[in-house]
């Protein structure tokens, strides 16, 4: 399986850190949005896309880059965030760019997220929160989740 990760991290670079743990388990490139060409995608088995979270939503540079992609039969995808709150049930980040990739054509396999340092406003006033994320409890999970989407990847491919 030939993969790559495509990442906005900014902040703290939580998103970062989860990424090359992912990186590592499928033995894909870590890389931004403003690294690779889009066209470059089509040469992959598995594409995915993480950033932080700003106000419920993923980094504006990410979703630019998602929606710029020309629509066409592409192949499988995940997508992974991090955060100061959880992803709850009724209004979850990873569904519109979830959606999004969906109508650029991807198959969209799972989804990740954990928490993380977080000094978004009004969260700055008081010196952020989520000081120690993410863990090395966070980054295990991530690298669960990284093994089982591999397994899942190879056994349909």
């Known amino acids: 399986m030939k993969a790559i990760i495509v990442c906005t991290s900014v902040s703290h670079g ?25 066209a ?23 979703r630019e880059f998602v929606r710029a992609l020309p629509g066409e039969r592409r192949g499988k995808a995940f997508v992974f965030a991090t955060s100061g709150f959880p992803e709850v049930r009724f209004q979850r980040f990873s569904r519109p760019l979830v959606r999004l990739l969906e109508q650029k054509g991807f198959e969209v ?17 008081v010196g952020g929160i989520r000081k120690e994320r993410p863990d090395a409890t966070d980054l295990e999970a991530a690298r669960r989740f990284a093994e089982g989407l591999r397994a899942r990847v190879d056994a349909t491919s």
Do not use: M, W
Not at 14 to 38: F, S, W, Y
Not at 109 to 125: H, I
């Open 40 to 62: 470059e995608l089509a040469n992959y088995d598995l594409v995915g896309f993480g950033s932080g979270i700003f106000l419920g939503s993923f980094h504006a540079q990410l």
């Open 109 to 125: 396999v799972d989804t990740f997220s954990c928490r993380a340092f977080d000094t978004y406003l009004p969260f700055k006033l």
């Open 14 to 38: 939580n998103t970062k850190r989860v990424a090359d743990v992912i990186g590592e388990v499928l033995e894909a490139r870590v890389v931004g949005p403003d690294e690779v060409d889009a």
